[in-house]
């Protein structure tokens, strides 16, 4: 089993900047890509950013050149620096991480953008 734990949501202002963490813990070594999903009312969820273990990195066309997603391997963490965002950035982000016959999920954190 492996438990993801994310902090870093809130409130910003269009044009401003968040960074979510999440720290994984239990069978670490199991563990290949780790990424950002999001989902918005009334929308599917979707992949934000995911980065391999060997640190090959995927975005989405939404987010590139705007949010950077980063791993520390010897921390168990992924971080993902949100840049320039966006109304439409607004959703639940959920941190993932994927063995070879699981996926797993942190509990969500709440990202909103307004004025």
């Known amino acids: 089993q492996v438990q993801l734990v994310e902090s870093g949501g809130g409130l910003v202002q269009p044009g401003g900047s968040l960074r979510l963490s999440c720290v994984a813990s239990?069978?670490?070594?199991?563990?290949?890509?780790m990424g950002w999903y999001r989902q918005a009312p009334g929308k599917q969820r979707e992949l934000v950013a995911v980065?391999?273990?060997?640190?090959?990195?995927n975005y989405a066309d939404s987010v590139k050149g705007r949010f950077t997603i980063f791993r520390d391997n010897a921390k168990n963490t992924v971080d993902l620096q949100m840049n320039s965002l966006k109304p439409e950035d607004t959703a639940v982000y959920y941190c993932?991480?994927?063995?070879?016959?699981?996926?797993?999920w942190g509990q969500g954190t709440q990202v909103t953008v307004s004025s």
């Open positions: 993932n991480a994927n063995s070879a016959r699981y996926a797993y």
């Open positions: 239990g069978i670490i070594f199991s563990i290949n890509d």
């Open positions: 980065i391999t273990s060997a640190g090959s990195t």
